[in-house]
């Protein structure tokens, strides 16, 4: 198949369609409109909006782009991306990952002047989410995804997203159980005053102690049917399994706190400690909110389905029709643009095509797909579009059977049992103990106190400081953690990275950067003029290996010729003139057919692509893949302490590269398929490794989840990246050492703030044995050792962090 | 003293009035997102259409 290729190719600065006269100037216009909309946005700051894509203001104009939404028409699709929906609006949100500035805020909340129908429009920037609200009799879902299209925000629109809805973040009902304890605790403390400072009016005493009791009571009866449920239920559900964790002491404390201050009230013998108890549900619940905090907009659970496109055009009797890709199946004819993912495993009905599997193998070497060939979903199509049919439905397919693997799955056996559980058992079993203990040595001494130092006891022994601790270290160091490019999917996941003893690398994406390769010429040196022809060929090809070449010859300033002929062989190479010059470039064999002789080429292992000028070979550009910044340091510290691995579904091309980092080649492995990747994780985990897996693409997925922590390397933080433990961005790999650095040393600081919630126990419990635990010492004691904790824990990380030199501010 | 009574049952429900807000603030959803009205508030409203504010309907989950 043979396609001529137009030689000039200027677009609109605007809209990115052909312009008919070129200008002097960096910007072209292909109407005065498109010029206007220009200064506009480029006047109100709004220029960044062409940065978004690569072809801004994508147009729909022919008719086979607009098929590509069709299957928003189909009723089961709308029901399930409507929110909402009555007879004349509807609701409908949108995951947008373009969003990216507060320019695009603006835009998407204005759609109403460009779609009258468009009733209102809310973006929640962290989460990249619009969310519309239209009227159906004016528009439907089909115009408003084409129009958020048009203008360069096009929807992620996945079969993940139509089959759950996603949860928020922090549930609402947390806020408000914060607020029913916060507001019981102020009230509370304020009705305690009169207590604390001893002022018993004479005359009025009982009748003001009646009320402030019955006050207090009624405040506190919220907060323990409301506020604490959550602990009181994790209490139960874990005394019923037979097992104990932090929840445990602290319903004890809650139980106790709420019983006998009820006692004394109803007895009159007391005030009762109620706003102990309220403070110390306040404050849980902050931790708990601290804890709960996660990176929105940030996706840390994508399986295959939130690959795969929602819809495919599949052709019916000589039509094409978009449908869902759900119900594809065997000996259905589909056809595939340039960019798309194939959706199920399927057979090539086109001549030729290339198709990128660094998605699935991390191969970075696109590969080239001939009439006849099996295509593997999950490859992506690049160049004209292809034909193929399928030969397996999406959900046997290869991709999906790999998801659908025995090991992914068994990952709830890895344990993830914190610290403060480990010890709850132990603290618990204490407390009770010095409780009863204390409550039959006051037996002897004086029976009727010996009720009040049991309840005492398990009173100040309440681990709410010991809960506090966790959380806060945590909190605090995820915060500088993400502030620095490393995002955790939950905050316990830094106790988990502290017991690491080995470190998995994935090749392709990951230590090596697959934008940037490195170009060598191989052969005698080209001139000046053979450069430009290179170029000028190179240029006008869609090729990600012209583009490559072409690209390092334009960092040397190479001039451009304008060619007399050119024209491509899909899959082979490209062929130009230029005068009495002739240019070939490509592969092996076809420089072999054009030349008609055969070439000696150079035996170097590696991807070439070959040049002959003149029907005269002269050599091939190799392309070998270049290291990330600081890669070769941070693998030269990490060896000190860790055992390195690396894995790569790539061929051996670059082991002597790499061999002398990770202690000759027996560590590492090449030419690992997705599954191989994921047996030998495990075979290390097995080794009682804890082993730590860096990857980024698809075909890490079952590794990384198998891994005792996964880490999902990511150009684009906001873009996607498989199931994992915690996202780095890759501009950040350098300090990779640093941020495990940091991980470790913040479980030291737990420890030293668990050290600190005993000593507040233990001077409580001296308080107690001795029966001194008035409401006033429980009152100063129990606030005072949770702010204690919160402000050393904080501190304390941050203090760490900017020792090494880490960002703490935003 | 009575009117000691009466301050404290009144402030209280000043305080209640105050949860309350807090609880309608929190279900329609004003916590959700803490972080775009920070920008949005900075956005010139002069050139809206008029159909802007006339119909809202509520989102509650």
């Not at chain 1, 519309?132 to 995804?145: A, G, H, Q």
Request: proline residues 3%.
């Amino acid at each position: 198949m043979k396609e001529s290729v137009n030689i000039k190719r200027t677009t609109c600065s605007h809209c990115g369609e052909p312009v008919d006269i070129e200008r002097d100037s960096e910007l072209n216009f292909c109407c005065t409109g498109c010029e206007t909309v220009y200064h506009l946005l480029s006047d109100n700051n709004l220029c960044t909006y062409y940065d978004l894509v690569d072809s801004p203001g994508t147009t729909i104009k022919n008719s086979l782009e607009r098929k590509r939404f069709d299957y928003l028409i189909d009723k089961d699709v709308q029901e399930k991306l409507i929110d909402f929906k009555n007879a004349e609006v509807a609701t409908s949100s949108f995951n947008i990952p373009n969003i990216h500035c507060t320019s695009c805020v603006w835009l998407l909340e204005n759609l109403q002047n460009l779609n009258d129908g468009v009733l209102q429009g809310t973006v929640n920037f962290l989460k990249r989410k619009l969310t519309l609200v239209f009227d159906t009799r004016k528009t439907d879902l089909r115009s408003i995804v084409e129009l958020l299209t048009t203008i360069g925000y096009e929807p992620d629109l996945t079969l993940h997203q139509l089959e759950e809805k996603e949860q928020q973040s922090i549930p609402r009902d947390l806020w408000l159980k914060l607020g029913v304890a916060g507001f019981s605790f102020g009230n509370i403390m304020l009705f305690s005053f009169p207590e604390y400072l001893n002022m018993s009016v004479s005359d009025s005493v009982d009748t003001f102690k009646v009320f402030f009791g019955v006050l207090n009571i009624l405040l506190a009866i919220p907060v323990l049917v409301y506020s604490s449920s959550d602990y009181l239920k994790s209490a139960f559900a874990a005394i019923s399994q037979k097992g104990i964790n932090l929840d445990v002491p602290i319903s004890i404390g809650i139980v106790a706190l709420f019983g006998r201050s009820l006692y004394e009230i109803l007895s009159g013998t007391g005030a009762g400690y109620f706003d102990s108890f309220a403070g110390f549900i306040f404050f849980l619940l902050i931790g708990k909110i601290v804890q709960k905090k996660t990176f929105e907009g940030l996706s840390f659970d994508r399986d295959y389905k939130s690959y795969l496109p929602i819809s495919v055009l599949k052709i019916v009797n000589g039509i094409e029709q978009s449908v869902s890709v759900k119900t594809l199946s065997v000996g259905n004819e589909i056809v595939l643009r340039n960019n798309e993912l194939i959706p199920c495993d399927s057979i090539l009905q086109s001549d030729s095509t290339i198709i990128d599997y660094s998605f699935i193998t991390g191969e970075s070497t696109p590969v080239t797909k001939m009439h006849g060939d099996p295509v593997f979903a999950g490859g992506r199509i690049m160049g004209a579009q292809s034909k193929m049919l399928v030969s397996k439905k999406v959900v046997h397919s290869y991709l999906t059977q790999l998801w659908e693997n025995d090991g992914i799955k068994s990952n709830e056996q890895r344990d993830h049992s914190t610290l403060a559980d480990r010890i709850s058992p132990y603290f618990t079993i204490t407390v009770i103990g010095i409780a009863i203990i204390s409550c039959l040595i006051w037996l002897y001494i004086e029976p009727s106190k010996a009720f009040t130092i049991f309840t005492a006891v398990l009173i100040v022994a309440c681990p709410c400081a010991l809960a506090l601790s966790a959380p806060f270290t945590f909190g605090s160091a995820t915060n500088i953690l993400s502030l620095n490019g490393f995002f955790l999917k939950d905050i316990d996941g830094i106790e988990s990275l502290g017991t690491i003893d080995t470190i998995v690398f994935d090749k392709t994406g990951t230590i090596t950067d697959s934008e940037k390769a490195n170009l060598t010429f191989i052969g005698s040196p080209l001139s000046e003029f053979d450069k430009q022809l290179i170029y000028t060929t190179t240029r006008n090809s869609t090729h990600p290996y012209s583009k490559k070449i072409c690209s390092t010859l334009k960092e040397e300033n190479i001039s451009d010729l304008s060619p007399d002929f050119i024209e491509e062989v899909r899959g082979k190479g490209i062929h130009s003139s230029y005068k009495d010059y002739a240019v070939h470039i490509g592969s092996k064999s076809f420089l072999e057919d054009s030349i008609g002789s055969k070439i000696n080429t150079s035996k170097r292992p590696g991807s070439h692509v070959h040049i002959a000028i003149n029907y005269e070979y002269r050599g091939s550009f190799e392309f070998k893949n270049k290291l990330r910044v600081g890669v070769q340091e941070l693998i030269e510290i990490l060896r000190v302490n860790y055992d390195l691995h690396l894995l790569s579904g790539d061929n051996e091309k670059d082991a002597d590269q790499l061999s002398k980092y990770f202690k000759g080649t027996d560590n590492m492995h090449f030419n690992q398929s997705p599954s191989q990747k994921l047996d030998f994780v495990e075979s290390l985990s097995n080794k009682n490794q804890k082993v730590l897996m860096i990857g980024d693409g698809l075909n890490d997925a079952g590794a990384l989840k198998n891994s005792h922590f996964g880490i999902a390397l990511s150009d684009k933080t906001s873009s996607f990246s498989p199931a994992c433990d915690a996202i780095l961005d890759s501009k950040e790999l350098r300090n990779f050492k640093t941020l495990l650095d940091f991980s470790k040393d913040s479980i030291g600081i737990v420890n030293v703030s668990f050290g600190l919630s005993l000593v507040y126990n233990i001077t409580g419990l001296y308080f107690a044995i001795t029966g001194h635990l008035s409401p006033l010492v429980a009152a100063i004691l129990m606030p005072l050792s949770s702010i204690t904790i919160m402000v050393f824990t904080t501190f304390a990380t941050r203090l760490k962090a900017r020792k090494m030199g880490l960002k703490i501010w935003a | 003293m009575g009117v000691i009574f009466f301050l404290i049952l009144f402030s209280i429900s000043v305080a209640l009035i105050f949860l309350a807000a807090f609880i309608w603030a929190v279900k329609s959803g004003q916590f959700d997102d803490k972080y775009t009205p920070s920008v949005r508030i900075l956005f010139d409203e002069k050139n809206s259409s008029s159909n802007n504010k006339t119909q809202t309907s509520k989102r509650d989950s």
